[in-house]
């Protein structure tokens, strides 16, 4: 019977340790408005999202006046980034950037909207559509925002996993260009090639040694040239094609006025 009883009392022990350790204990707070925040911090770090929300908006509502509202709100962002309601997080980081530009927690805020456009990128699964002619827009802004804080905050604690998204994002819009560029390669339309390699040429920086390699072969297939040069040939090719079509549409015709005369 008593060990029974200390078996029940052991397990009781180990519950309520464990209930208690999913409760933020907050400690030496100069404030509510700091313990609020200090338990929205451990629950988004629990990944307790709903509740990390709850306590970041009652520092926001309830102590908008405080030094904590600005990072409250920042903390609130990286939770909707989490929940994956990008255009939410997106929608709080913008409002922190007007208001508060020169905020220590200001190059967070930027890196973290960049990331939740980049976010929303098309699936790698490149089967259908093709993924040169998905809508890559979100992927372009983030690119905006990832050179933006590079160049803004050189300094930042997070700037190499700013470096890497943005290598990350601009592999994304090379790779539509090189699409597109093999697309016109293939058709033979040159034109349409050099554009596409002469905008990857002014926007990004080639790093894979497979993209170098498929750079080099579109430049085989049609060796640089100026932009006014490519137009003017496929011009005259397209003039000779509609001359061509034309002279086979007058030799059809004759040949089939000839046989309804001879009947």
Request: some cysteine.
């Amino acid at each position: 019977m008593m060990k029974k009883i200390s078996f029940f009392i052991v397990l009781a022990n180990v519950l309520l340790i464990f209930s208690c350790s999913k409760t933020p204990v907050i400690k030496s707070t100069e404030s509510d408005a700091d313990k609020i925040y200090q338990e929205g911090l451990f629950y988004l770090e629990k990944g307790d999202l709903s509740n990390a929300e709850n306590r970041f908006m009652k520092v926001i509502s309830d102590f908008s006046y405080s030094k904590y509202e600005p990072f409250a709100t920042v903390a609130l962002g990286k939770t909707y980034y989490k929940k994956e309601e990008y255009m939410s997080a997106i929608t709080v980081f913008d409002t922190f950037l007007k208001r508060h530009p020169n905020h220590e927690s200001a190059p967070e805020a930027l890196l973290y909207k960049a990331h939740s456009y980049l976010a929303q990128k098309p699936s790698d699964f490149f089967v259908l559509p093709n993924p040169a002619e998905r809508d890559i827009s979100v992927v372009e802004k983030a690119v905006v925002l990832y050179r933006e804080y590079l160049e803004k905050y050189p300094e930042d604690k997070n700037i190499e996993e700013g470096k890497k998204k943005l290598e990350e994002a601009e592999l994304i819009l090379i790779e539509k260009d090189l699409r597109v560029a093999e697309f016109y390669a293939k058709r033979k339309k040159c034109a349409g090639v050099f554009l596409r390699l002469q905008h990857i040429e002014n926007n990004f920086k080639v790093t894979t040694d497979k993209n170098l390699k498929r750079i080099g072969e579109l430049n085989k297939k049609c060796p640089p040239k100026s932009k006014e040069e490519y137009f003017k040939i496929e011009t005259n090719e397209e003039k000779k094609e509609n001359s061509e079509e034309e002279a086979e549409k007058e030799t059809t015709g004759t040949e089939e006025a000839t046989d309804e005369n001879n009947k």
